[in-house]
């Protein structure tokens, strides 16, 4: 038998905004890849890379995508003694919510995917391709 619905709700509600504040242990990760089942790679503002694990009440709800955030406490597993580095407490799903809070890095900057185009180029969209004629002198 599945979850009921009322606790997929919450988890789904739970992730939408985001928390005033942030503890000393948790922090705001990039997810880089998926290390095993219910395990991610993340890297920290710092740049140092991190092994944290999802908890049950996001698996089979939350989707965790490649290069999205995820609020991580570092300070939950310390007491177990294995690979685990922290754990996912939050998932960023509102990002542009996020962004507007006081704790984002600065490290995460939201970067344009147009980066390369430039407005002073004469864009070559819906154009033909040049003729072989117009080559010739």
């Known amino acids: 038998m599945g979850r009921p619905k009322r606790n997929i709700l919450a988890t789904v509600e739970e992730t939408l905004t985001p928390p005033p ?49 995820v609020v991580i406490d570092t300070g939950a597993l310390a007491d177990r003694q294995n690979k ?11 990002e542009k919510e996020w962004r507007k809070t006081p704790y984002w890095p600065k490290e995460f900057a939201k ?13 070559i969209v819906g154009k033909m391709p040049p003729s072989a004629s117009d080559d010739e002198p």
Do not use: C, M
């Not at 685990?84 to 509102?94: P, T, Y």
């Not at 970067?111 to 864009?123: K, L």
């Open 111 to 123: 970067t344009s995917s147009y980066a390369d185009v430039s407005d002073d180029e004469e864009s």
């Open 21 to 69: 504040t942030l503890h000393d242990t948790q922090s705001i990760a990039r997810v880089t890849k998926a290390a095993g089942n219910n395990l991610y790679d993340v890297q920290l503002p710092s740049g140092r890379a991190l092994l944290v694990e999802l908890p049950a009440r996001f698996r089979s709800t939350i989707w965790i995508k490649r290069n999205g955030y």
């Open 84 to 94: 685990l580095d922290g754990e996912i407490i939050n998932v960023v799903r509102e």
